[in-house]
Nanobody, 124 residues
Framework: QVQLVESGGGEVQPGGSLRLSCTAS????????VGWFRQGPGKEREGVSC????????RYADSVKGRFTISRDRAKNTVYLQMNSLKPEDTAVYYC?????????????????WGQGTQVTVSS
């Protein structure tokens, strides 16, 4: 069964950190660019970060640059999103998704397979 599963969400205080994981089953994640997206309450889904099949090529939304880091562990078939200095406005359901090819994108329509999402809440 082809599946993407996100994990690592939770509740954290402002300034805290979380690491999200996106693990694939049924296919090899390294053959795809992988993006992280989020959707906050009453907001549109927005692209947060993306990593190419070439790991050195990454992309970040301006709102998370310098705070979030995307990485890939090929042996674990997993992509991570390390989130530091979290802010209340980072509160959202976070999704990972895949797209064919090496190019990165932060546009949801460019991605075909999606996970079910993991909730991140930043609150004092």
């Amino acid at each position: 069964q082809v599946q993407l599963v996100e994990s690592g969400g939770g509740e954290v205080q402002p300034g805290g950190s979380l690491r999200l994981s996106c693990t694939a089953s049924g296919f090899t994640l390294e053959n795809y660019a992988v993006g992280w997206f989020r959707q906050g309450p009453g907001k549109e889904r927005e692209g947060v970060s993306c990593i190419s099949t070439i790991d050195a090529i990454t992309r970040y939304a301006d709102s998370v640059k310098g705070r979030f880091t995307i990485s890939r562990d090929r042996a674990k078939n997993t992509v991570y999103l390390q989130m530091n200095s979290l802010k209340p406005e980072d509160t959202a359901v976070y999704y990972c998704a895949t797209r064919g090819g090496w190019r990165t994108s932060l546009v949801a329509a460019d991605f075909g397979s999606w996970g079910q999402g993991t909730q991140v809440t930043v609150s004092s």
